[in-house]
């Protein structure tokens, strides 16, 4: 009765996971893009009126790294052991190394909140390991994780044409196209709605 139970629960943690990881990451890209303009990437210095916006997101990142970790694991204790062990490594080793990736890219653009430490080096490091590292690491866990819906009969065809699609530009763009990276919380958002609404499994 509890293991019935237990996977009841699953998709509807998952679910509420995902679009909770999706507000909050995004809310963290876009208020980083507010103090950094587009096209300016890493050379701009942060104007001190904006600060706000840098601070606000280095608040956010943390609970949307939580939030991500719940979405991942709660996706793998639904699958269980139905997934492919070669895919499921693939999984989960992309989620961790993209979640590390995010919260020291977050600890260095923290750097640009203190006085006298906004350097171009500080700035150019936080900005390469998100937009260079982190996305291509989340664009692999989108890939892998739309295998294994799709595998598993979780994810309709559509839901995981979207997910290759969006490990496709997170893959390829990188940093060359400013904002390219709300497609990734797009993505969470859209799967997070699916299995809320319709369930897994």
């Known amino acids: 009765m509890e293991s019935s139970s237990a996977r009841l629960r699953t998709p509807r943690a998952a679910g509420t996971a995902g679009i909770a990881f999706a507000l909050l990451l995004g809310a963290a890209i876009v208020l980083m893009r507010i103090a950094i303009p ?23 990142v943390p ?13 793998r204790a639904h699958a269980g052991e139905a997934e492919d062990r070669f895919v499921s490594t693939v999984f989960l080793g992309s989620g961790f190394v993209f979640v590390a990736t995010l919260f020291i ?18 700035r150019h490091y936080a900005y390469t390991l998100l937009t260079t590292y ?34 496709l530009v997170l893959l390829v763009v990188g940093s060359g196209v400013p904002w390219s990276e709300l497609v990734l919380p797009a993505w969470a958002l859209v799967v997070g709605l699916y299995i809320a609404r319709v369930g897994i499994g």
């Not at 210095?45 to 840098?54: E, F, I």
């Not at 890219?105 to 500080?122: M, R, Y």
């Open 105 to 122: 890219a977050a600890g260095a653009a923290g750097t640009v909140l203190q006085e006298g430490s906004d350097t171009v080096f500080g």
């Open 38 to 60: 587009a096209g300016d990437g890493a050379d701009a210095a942060v104007a001190p009126g904006n600060r706000w916006a840098v601070s606000t997101a280095l608040q956010i």
């Open 134 to 167: 982190a996305m291509r690491m989340a664009a692999v866990f989108v890939f892998a994780t739309s295998t294994i819906g799709r595998r598993l009969g979780i994810f309709p065809r559509p839901l995981a044409l979207l997910g290759y699609v969006t490990g």
């Open 63 to 75: 609970f949307a790294g939580i939030f991500f970790l719940w979405f991942m694991g709660a996706l």
